[in-house]
């Protein structure tokens, strides 16, 4: 009997998980309420807006993260 052998892949650099995509998509809904032509009512669009606003900042964070841990792993 033949026995397969498991190879290990390398890793990606970055898969893009469900949390990604739920920002992107987050992200994507938003602009584009806050960018259509149809008046829709008030309170979609300042929710759109503050939604805009909360992954901006999320993003922000994220990166400096990312960047505060390359710059400790050079340090070493």
Do not use: C, F, N
Request: charge should be negative; charged fraction near 30%; avoid cysteine.
């Amino acid at each position: 009997m033949k026995e397969t052998i498991k190879t290990v892949d390398l890793p990606k650099e970055r898969e893009t998980t469900l949390y990604d995509r739920i920002k992107e998509t987050l992200a994507v809904a938003s602009q584009l309420i806050i960018a259509s032509p149809v008046r829709l009512p008030p309170k979609v669009v300042l929710t759109a807006k503050y939604l805009a606003l909360a992954l901006g900042v999320l993003e922000a964070v994220e990166g400096s993260l990312r960047d505060g841990e390359g710059a400790a792993d050079e340090d070493d």
